[in-house]
């Protein structure tokens, strides 16, 4: 995906995705009383959404407005979660059947946290944190 989109972008190609949004990110959230998404949907990206929209190797981000009160957020889809690219509405120039599970910050996040349950269960790893603490 990264290198079609690079190339749609570096060429000025306006186009659409099909991304699986539960690995979305919208900053800020959006209001559930604005819009609510399914599993899937489609982002258009043309007009001020292409000209803000920045690609990095794990990212597109792009700003957006939502519902009619046009509620901007920006918006960060994980090339990995973009199930297609068509470009004049249905011309499909990138598949993929991939469907990602989680966010990767909550994988993260959870890596984290089951690291340090594992750093505790050591008694010893205990009396190093509570010497470190006390000085």
Known sequence: ???????LLREGIE?????????VEFMPPIPKEIIEFDEFTIFAIANYTFESSKLSEYYLEFEAGFGEENFASLVRV?????AWIAINGDEFIAISHYKPKKRK???????????????????ENLKVIRKKRNK
């Open 78 to 82: 994980p090339l990995e979660s973009i």
């Open 1 to 7: 995906n990264y290198n079609a989109l690079d190339f």
């Open 105 to 123: 910050e909550d994988i993260k996040d959870k890596e984290i946290e089951n690291s340090m349950q594992a750093l505790l269960q050591n008694p």
């Open 15 to 23: 186009f659409t995705i099909g991304v699986h949004v539960n690995v």
